[in-house]
């Protein structure tokens, strides 16, 4: 799976816990930055890679800031994609499974690195279950989206 990965500074320690998992599992990896502990403002590369994934150029994607919450809010001002902090396998994985998360949101201050891997495998293992209830519900959400997007 192609799997496109940002975040800041803040984020930059565990992403490289989070390649070395994708890498291990291997996929493919699309690294939109940043490279270093150097201060950097999250919304840069938290939009690029939210876009490789709304545009199809990548399937998943995962974004690490300090908290998780400032990635997760820049990339779900993108169209298409459906982001979410999740901090433990349970969100990691139900996002998928009923919401059709496509960007997993993590922060480096609150998580460890050996919870990291777990949450990343859950999120990239999950698919979409497509009941009945989860279709309707995710085309509520396509439909706000459309509206608010125009």
Same mark, same amino acid.
């Given at each position: 799976?192609?799997?496109?990965?940002?975040?800041?500074?803040?984020?930059?320690?565990?992403?490289?816990?989070?390649?070395?998992?994708?890498?291990?599992?291997? $996929?493919?990896?699309?690294?939109?930055?940043?490279?270093?502990?150097?201060?950097?403002?999250?919304?840069?590369?938290?939009?690029?890679?939210?876009?490789?994934?709304?545009?199809?150029?990548?399937?998943?994607?995962?974004?690490?800031?300090?908290?998780?919450?400032?990635?997760?809010?820049?990339?779900?001002?993108?169209?298409?994609?459906?982001?979410?902090?999740? $901090?433990?396998?349970?969100?990691?994985?139900?996002?998928?499974? $009923?919401?059709?998360?496509?960007?997993?949101?993590?922060?480096?201050?609150?998580?460890?690195?050996?919870?990291?891997?777990?949450?990343?495998?859950?999120?990239?293992?999950?698919?979409?279950?497509?009941?009945?209830?989860?279709?309707?519900?995710?085309?509520?959400?396509?439909?706000?989206?459309?509206?608010?997007?125009?």
């Amino acid at each position: 799976m192609k799997v496109a990965i940002g975040c800041d500074h803040a984020g930059f320690p565990l992403k490289e816990t989070v390649v070395k998992e994708l890498k291990d599992l291997g $996929h493919e990896i699309l690294d939109f930055g940043t490279n270093s502990c150097d201060a950097v403002d999250f919304p840069d590369f938290a939009e690029a890679a939210a876009k490789a994934v709304a545009g199809g150029k990548a399937r998943r994607g995962i974004l690490l800031c300090g908290s998780g919450v400032g990635v997760c809010i820049t990339a779900n001002k993108i169209k298409g994609a459906r982001a979410s902090v999740a $901090h433990d396998v349970y969100a990691a994985e139900q996002g998928v499974q $009923h919401e059709d998360m496509n960007i997993l949101c993590m922060g480096a201050r609150v998580i460890g690195y050996g919870v990291a891997p777990y949450l990343v495998r859950a999120f990239l293992a999950a698919e979409f279950e497509g009941k009945e209830r989860q279709v309707r519900r995710l085309n509520k959400i396509l439909k706000i989206e459309e509206a608010n997007f125009k």
